[in-house]
């Protein structure tokens, strides 16, 4: 079991070290660079070239990367060139936002389309879980920029929910509010951007279980229970939904990155100060140890969602673990 | 129980026809008409049958940008005139954006770029997997780790992260078609990881079947084997992967447009048409600019769709 968890943490430290290098050279290979916006449009050549000098854009791509590897072996991931803060708070900040987000969508998910999964499985006939079938459907059609624009609509038509952002205008003003009333502000915001990332997860876990499920009722270990009188609601909530829970938990390492990806479209129509807006941002301004560091941010945490899924995996069934 | 394939070809047809199906040409503005609503055509006028027609928008509060439907007047529709199979002056069956252009229009031809980016992406990832798992799976030992890690890796990858940034490491205008080439590249390159797993696990178990061995023995070679007798036995979960994929890169190219970083604005593609909905004011006041999102969602149910009944066809 240790080797299993030191491979995949190295596993995950490469994927970290590849994908930040990797958005290092990118960043900097595209056209144009910072200092059109640093210094603006209108400034002389040599004004220009010292920026440039100062950010250390006129290095070779190579010995830039040596210069940033070198500092982020040490956790220092430098200085975002537009907003002149160190990156890894800045990002740290954002990255809590996504986590709050996928978080909350991934607890909501589990809690709806896992019991959905093991209810509607394998009974064709009834309504019920035909209903439900429908629904995950319909919810897996609906992929997260889609659902968060029509979430949108729905809540500036009605104007029951804030359609943007994290906190309301005032609150952040209001800081005697009193924790309550803040956690209640921030819960209202969450509403629209975790159902949209929630639904299409929750409708792809309900999915598997229900496969699942349905394959393990028709087991032999679940005909010899039923033959020794184990009422049928019994069987299908525990025995045959443990056995179930393999292929589902295996489906929970890859859901980190389809959560990235979702909470990036949400992040964007929704007005979340998450990771994925931050990037975006970086990107745009050609920001590269920005970049970077968003890059190295969006690869732990795939890492490290895959690497929990994988330990749940190896914790449920122990022939994983020499895979 | 077709109905899922049905669909999806009714939309690929549709995407075929596009410019006769258009109704307007998809970058013409209409100045006297911007976020016009939907509108529908009529058959009945005063109280008898009539050959289709629509009644033309009047702008009667030019700051809310509130039309009325002018009942006095009758613009017939015109059908198969202007090699299109309907239009009418002033007829916006899906309203229009801020520009005044054409939905309807737009969302007919916009589909030829994102289904066809999709498509393009879709060839591309199937071929890179099936080589890798192929390749992996016969020649198996140090070169099926390699590449198996490899792609371990790349399924892993945030992949809109790395999409975002590759697609920024070029210059931000770029013509069409190159826009096109290089999403579609992007997106096989991030998206062969799934097929070659799936292609080595059957290709893998395929090579220790007897007609594996008798094909070696009957002097086939290992690229002979590979294409020739196993990767055949994979087309079927090469075929599922491929409708696994496609509202995948679907999405793809509409969140790359969405932000900006995918085609550019005077194209039409859904993505594009989505950017009239970046701000929460439009998608309240002129809900139809959402449109695209909705057949996003129709094209996506249909892949599901197809899914569900190939997974009863080949009995999974």
């Known amino acids: 079991m240790i080797a299993f968890v030191l491979r995949r943490v190295l596993f995950t430290f490469l994927l970290v070290a590849v994908t930040a290098s990797a958005a290092l050279l990118l960043a900097r290979l595209a056209p144009g660079d910072a200092t059109t916006e640093l210094v603006g449009e209108n400034v002389s050549a040599g004004a220009r070239a010292a ?69 509607s499985a394998r009974e064709n006939d009834r309504a019920f879980p035909a209903l439900v079938r429908l629904g995950s459907t319909l919810a897996l059609s609906t992929p ?66 229900s496969r699942a499920v349905a394959r393990a009722l028709e087991e032999p270990f679940v005909r010899n229970a039923r033959a020794r009188g184990i009422p049928e609601a019994r069987l299908r909530w525990v025995h045959a939904a443990r056995a179930g829970a393999g292929p589902v938990l295996a489906l929970y390492g890859l859901l980190a990155g389809a959560l990235l990806s979702g909470s990036f479209a949400v992040e964007l129509v929704t007005a979340w100060p998450g990771l994925g807006r931050l990037m975006y941002e970086a990107l745009l301004a050609r920001d590269v140890p920005l970049v970077a560091g968003c890059a190295a941010a969006a690869a732990l945490f795939a890492g490290l969602g895959t690497l929990l899924g994988d330990l749940l995996c190896a914790w449920a069934d122990p022939r994983v673990r020499h895979a | 129980m077709r109905s899922g394939r049905a669909l999806l070809l009714a939309v690929a047809l549709a995407a075929a026809v596009s410019p006769w199906l258009a109704v307007h040409p998809p970058a013409r503005q209409h100045r006297d008409a911007l976020f016009a609503p939907p509108m529908r055509p009529h058959v009945i006028a005063a109280g008898g049958l009539h050959a289709p027609f629509v009644h033309p928008l009047r702008l009667v509060d030019p700051l809310a940008r509130r039309y009325e439907a002018d009942r006095a007047r009758h613009v017939p529709l015109r059908f198969f005139s202007e090699g299109r199979l309907v239009t009418a002056d002033g007829w916006f069956p899906l309203g229009t954006d801020a520009l005044g252009r054409d939905v309807w229009s737009r969302l007919v031809t916009g589909a030829r770029l994102s289904l066809g980016i999709a498509l393009l992406a879709c060839l591309g990832a199937l071929a890179i997997g099936a080589v890798v798992g192929g390749v992996a799976g016969v020649a198996g030992g140090l070169v099926d780790g390699a590449l198996m890690r490899l792609s371990e ?51 893998a178990r395929e090579a220790s079947l007897d007609y594996a061995a008798a094909a070696v023995a009957a002097g086939a070679g290992r690229g002979r084997l590979l294409f020739k007798h196993l990767l055949p036995a994979a087309r079927p979960a090469i075929g599922t992967q491929a409708l696994l994929l496609a509202p995948a890169f679907i999405l793809a190219e509409a969140t790359l447009s969405y ?40 094209v996506v149910f249909a892949v599901n769709l197809a899914l569900g009944e190939r997974g009863e066809a080949i009995g999974r």
Do not use: K
Not at chain 1, 157 to 171: D, E, H, I, K, V
């Open chain 2, 259 to 298: 932000v900006g970083l995918g085609f550019m604005p005077p194209a039409a593609s859904w993505g594009t048409m989505l950017q009239e909905a970046a701000s929460v004011r439009a998608i309240a006041d002129y809900p139809w600019v959402l449109v695209p999102a909705l057949a996003i969602a129709a």
């Open chain 1, 144 to 209: 997260s920029l889609v659902l968060a624009l029509l979430l949108a609509w729905l809540a500036a038509r009605t104007g029951w929910l804030p359609t943007g952002g994290m906190t309301s205008a005032g609150a952040a003003a209001a800081e005697g509010a009193g924790v309550l009333s803040r956690i209640a502000d921030l819960a209202r915001h969450l509403v629209v951007p975790v159902l949209a990332l929630a639904l299409p997860v929750a409708a792809t876990l309900e999915r598997a279980q």
């Open chain 1, 51 to 119: 920026e440039r000098a100062r950010l250390g854009l006129d290095e070779s791509p190579a010995r830039a990367w040596a210069r940033w590897a070198g500092r982020a072996a040490r956790l220092d991931f430098g200085a975002s060139w537009r907003y002149g803060r160190p990156v890894a708070p800045l990002v740290a900040e954002r990255a809590r936002n996504t986590l709050v987000l996928a978080g909350c969508a991934l607890l909501l998910a589990t809690m709806v389309g896992i019991p959905l999964g093991v209810a």
């Open chain 2, 153 to 203: 890796m790349v399924l892993v990858l945030p992949a809109l992260y790395i999409l975002l940034i590759l697609r920024a490491s070029l210059p931000l205008v770029l013509p069409d078609l190159t826009v096109f080439l290089f999403v579609a590249g992007a997106l096989a390159l991030v998206g062969w990881p799934s097929v070659a797993r799936v292609v080595r696990a059957v290709v």
